[in-house]
């Protein structure tokens, strides 16, 4: 089980490891594998007096595997990130996809490090309008998220070089915008 998390951590999310990490996405990845992020369970369990509802969907407790892969809200961002890469499956729980992350996400294929930079961003923004609901009363909608974290990996990506001879990864570049 350790030998799981160290490679998860070191090569997923951990700072530094990752050529084409964001630091700052990387850092909350990290803090949510560990399960280190303030959720509402982790506030209660400590005696603090909070809400436990989930600010994105409104219906369950806020705990952090509910937040990322099991709330329909994160769902929905998810399988739209999924959809962008060709991939059509269901989104799994939050164990199940650590561990396709762990097992999917090796080698230097157009795919993975789409995937790769999308996962780390994908915690990052479903953490980042948890805290904008929470603390500024700012809501967007799935598609938006969607469209941010496509908008971010493109960005990111952009200009690298990339081989599009195979179909799947002229696809891809159509798709995630890296022309
Ligand atoms: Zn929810």
């Not at 280190?36 to 806020?62: A, I, K």
């Not at 009363?137 to 969607?146: G, N, P, V, Y």
């Amino acid at each position: 089980m350790m030998s799981f998390w160290v490679k998860l951590c070191f090569k997923t999310a951990a700072p530094k490891q990752h050529h084409f990490h964001i630091p700052k996405h990387s850092i909350v990845a990290w803090m949510a594998i560990l399960n280190r992020l303030p959720t509402r369970d982790r506030l209660s369990s400590f005696g603090m007096q909070v809400e436990t509802g989930c600010v994105l969907c409104g219906r369950e407790q806020e705990t952090r595997d509910h937040i990322f892969f099991d709330c329909v809200f994160s769902r929905k961002v998810w399988l739209g990130i999924l959809l962008a890469c060709q991939l059509r499956r269901d989104c799994m729980t939050w164990e199940l996809e650590l561990g396709w992350a762990v097992a999917r996400l090796k080698g230097r294929s157009l795919l993975t490090v789409i995937l790769q930079l999308s996962w780390n961003t994908f915690i990052y923004v479903i953490w980042k309008e948890r805290n904008l609901r929470i603390f500024q009363r700012k809501f967007s909608h799935e598609d938006s998220l969607i469209h941010s974290i496509k908008d971010i990996v493109s960005i990111r990506l952009r200009g690298k070089p990339v081989s599009r001879v195979s179909e799947i990864n002229s696809r891809l570049c159509i798709e995630w915008r890296l022309v």
